[in-house]
């Protein structure tokens, strides 16, 4: 999961590009990159951090130019703590090109053999993101036979790159000299969006937020297998480039990933999960008497939506119980289980009064490991709950993500291969209620009517592009982004109960 964002315009696109990746910071903590254009020259800052502590002054006067992009990037492929896989990226030939890249190729090492041995490209670092690069830039100089670029060309490369590459993947690219490149993987896995300014800026990004927060009217979500060139004058372009498209998002963005205040492929993440809170209802009210829940709390801050409207429709108050400390770092990108857990009672606090004597019913996005929720439901014990009743606004998460979340290896999941109630007891809460499968993609479902299905394969084992079997998974998700971490500390950094939506 990452972000990343492309501009055309006539003044200078330094700031603009940090406005809206701060706007992205949710997707990715880190690493940020940004490169410019300015008179077929590029310039480019990149380095490990959030975005805020990466750009300095001095790294934004040296980013000139009326052209740009950027990304922030949470590694899912690639050596976690290189800063060399910091995005964008850049090759010098054919024209020059730098990308950035949201999702994770499932075929990158066959690719990268590919690379070396018939195209004859140099791959530097681990990075899938990379090997996307070098396939592009490889079919540029196939479709142009190394002549002139049109935009013809372009788009006939897009589509050898639909041919050669599997998996998820939102691509930005500038063309040195010629302007902006965009397109989406067949299957609109991963977002990707164009928004319009008053002033004739033109921007692409993974969510509507980001163009809303910068004054740019949002135009459409780019269609699966689609390609838009963006000329340095702001012409657009657009064309399928793929064979057969079918348009199914992740649905994890709807549960956790995305903001609350975006629109994703014309789905409102917010009213997303509000109907996945009333879905959630009726599970509860099918296994916890109703007359027993004296309060709903949620845990901060994704699951709120699901929990507001959760409490409405069971007809129970909806109260605060944990204050987030805002200024401590994520448990998102924590490296270890003891460091993880150590975090939740410096991010968290609870109101005792919200607890003591009553039979509480947490509401949370989802539960992945189950450590961070096992130290909530003791913090709830703490301060006095009488009992502890647990919610998951998503299915179990059983199988392993391969398309651009870096979800834990199968052992450290909670769910997998366990009974509800085995998970309860790891947990320690009196009753544990998970939404469906079924629930859950019906009730986002129902926002647009013409989808094709979700991207769920965490939660159901299907894998969407048809190339990945589950043992395919296990294996790619086994060999996913290295780690510094001590030994005997989690393989994945990904704690997502209780990751703020905030930027």
Do not use: W
Not at 72 to 83: D, L, M, Q
Not at 379 to 407: C, E, F, H, L, W
Not at 470 to 487: F, I, K, L, W, Y
Request: with cysteine; aromatic share 6%; glycine share 10%.
């Amino acid at each position: 999961m990452c972000g990343i964002v492309g501009v055309v315009s006539n003044a200078p696109v330094n700031q603009l590009i940090y406005d809206a990746l701060l706007l992205l910071q949710h997707r990715g903590q880190d690493a940020a990159g940004i490169a410019t254009q300015l008179e077929r020259k590029f310039f480019m800052h990149k380095a490990k951090g959030m975005v805020k502590d990466v750009f300095r002054t001095r790294n934004m006067r040296a980013l000139p130019g009326n052209c740009g992009l950027g990304q922030v990037r949470y590694p899912t492929a690639g050596n976690a703590f290189s800063e060399e896989e910091a995005q964008p990226f850049y090759v010098n030939a054919p024209f020059g090109i730098v990308m950035a890249h949201n999702g994770n190729l499932t075929n990158a090492a066959l690719l990268k053999q590919e690379m070396i041995q018939l195209d004859h490209r140099h791959i530097n670092t681990e990075s899938d993101s990379e090997v996307l690069l070098n396939v592009l830039a490889h079919e540029l100089g196939q479709a142009t036979d190394h002549g002139a670029l049109s935009r013809d060309a372009v788009f006939a490369a897009v589509r050898a790159v639909h041919k050669r590459i599997k998996g998820s993947y939102a691509v930005v690219a500038m063309i040195a000299g010629h302007g902006l490149l965009a397109f989406r993987d067949p299957y609109g896995i991963r977002p990707l969006c164009l928004g319009q300014g008053k002033d004739g800026t033109v921007m692409v990004a993974s969510e509507s937020v980001a163009l809303e927060g910068t004054g740019h009217d949002f135009v459409r979500d780019i269609a699966p297998g689609e390609a838009v060139f963006i000329g340095l004058d702001g012409q657009m372009r657009f064309e399928q480039c793929a064979d057969k498209t079918q348009l199914y998002p992740c649905v994890f963005e709807f549960v956790y990933l995305a903001r609350p205040d975006s629109t994703i492929d014309g789905i409102s993440v917010y009213q997303a999960r509000l109907n996945m809170g009333e879905t959630l209802a009726a599970r509860v009210a099918e296994m916890v008497p109703i007359d027993q829940i004296d309060v709903v709390i949620p845990i901060p801050e994704s699951s709120r939506p699901s929990a507001t409207e959760l409490a409405d429709r069971l007809g129970k108050p909806y109260r605060e119980g944990f204050v987030k400390n805002r200024y401590v770092g994520r448990t998102f990108i924590m490296p270890g289980q003891a460091v993880r857990k150590k975090s939740v009672r410096q991010k968290l606090n609870v109101i005792a009064s919200e607890f003591k004597g009553r039979n509480v019913l947490l509401v949370d996005d989802s539960i992945v490991r189950g450590t961070t929720s096992k130290e909530i439901v003791q913090m709830a014990r703490d301060a006095g709950a009488n009992k502890v009743y647990m919610a998951s606004a998503a299915p179990p998460v059983i199988y392993p993500n391969v398309y651009g979340i870096d979800m834990p290896t199968k052992g450290e999941l909670v769910a997998h291969g366990r009974t509800l109630e085995e998970i309860r007891q790891i947990i320690g809460c009196d009753a544990l209620i998970y939404q469906d499968v079924d629930g859950m993609k019906q009730a986002v479902g129902k926002l647009r009517a013409d989808l094709d299905g979700f991207e769920a394969s965490c939660f159901d084992g299907v894998y969407c592009t048809g190339d990945v079997s589950p043992e395919d998974a296990v294996r790619m998700n086994e060999q996913r982004v290295g780690s510094d971490d001590e030994e005997g500390s989690s393989g994945s950094r990904l704690a997502l109960p209780n990751a703020s939506q905030e930027s």
